[in-house]
Each structure stands twice: as structure tokens, then as C-alpha cells.
């Protein structure tokens, strides 16, 4: 859809297709409410700027909303994107299927929370790289990289769902 449109959905279709992109009620309220916006790079700016300021409380609300890494996205998950952004992982690799797998159950028992990285664009092995290098921050600093991941997740999402008006105001 275009930004036009996207700026004419009521509030409610406004919201669901937000929540797709990043699961946080206040970011997408403050998006919603931020209507209209004059391009799609002003929404994806917008919600970059949002993104940033997640707490922690809201971390974990969005996470709910996200598979493990090397997991078929199951109910509750945001499936359709899910499984496009881990199309780089390979699930007949057994041995990094395996490493991911022990690697994700290290990283919840040390974090609390899955383990969360934007997965478009990156193979199976630098996730697997990430997660191991990830796996020695420290709490405060896994969290900031999380919001980081969260935020990348949320504006690559936003920009396939938005693009800029059909028509540019000028005559052809």
C-alpha cells in the first residue's frame, strides 16, 4: 500500500498492520496518532526514532511475537515474515540446525528471553556467529543490541508494507 492509504486506514487497520512490524502498543500508538505523514521515508523515520526508545518491559512483549531463530514461526508468531527473514537459514543443515538450537536454549537461560537478530539477509552461519558473540554482553548491553535488532525488524518490515504515493503531484 502506499502512504496515502495508509494514512486513510481507520485506526484499528492502522494498528494491525503496525503490530505486524514491531508488537508494542505505545509505538504503535504513537505511529497511528502521528497521521498523517507526508511520505512512507517520514513513517519509516518515525518509527525508527520510536523503536529506539523501547524499554525493557516492551522488549519482552515484542519477543513474544518472534520464533526462535531456526524455528518454524508457530501461532503467536508473525509467521508470514518470520519465515521470509529466516529463508537464509538452512534447516537441512543439520549441524548448524543443532548449534542454533543448543546456542538458543544457552542464550535463554543466560538472557531470560529468545534470542533475537534480523535475520533478512544474514545466512544461517553469521546468525549462529552473532548468537555466540552475543551470548558474552553483558544483560544491559544484550538488551540494547535487542532494541537494535527490534528496530532494524520493525523498519525493514514497515518499508514492504508502505511505499511512497502512486502519484508523485506531478503531470506526465
Known sequence: MDIDEFNRLNE??????LTSCLAVPRWVDVLVSGRPYAT???????????????????VETALARHPRIGERAGDGHDAEFSEREQ????????DVTAAM????????????????????GRSAEEMLAELRRRLANS???????VIRELREIAVLRLEQ????????????
Open 139 to 145: 544483560p544491559t548491553n544484550e538488551v540494547g543490541e
Open 40 to 58: 512512507a521515508a517520514a513513517l519509516v523515520e518515525a518509527a525508527g526514532r520510536q523503536a529506539s526508545t523501547l524499554t525493557a518491559a516492551e
Open 87 to 94: 529463508a537464509g537459514f538452512d534447516r537441512d543443515d543439520t
Open 161 to 172: 508494507l508502505v511505499s511512497e504515493s502512486a502519484y508523485s503531484g506531478k503531470d506526465t
Open 12 to 17: 484499528h487497520a492502522a494498528g494491525s498492520l
Open 101 to 120: 538450537a543448543l546456542g538458543n536454549v544457552e542464550y535463554e537461560r543466560r538472557f531470560g528471553r529468545v534470542f533475537l537478530i534480523r535475520a533478512a
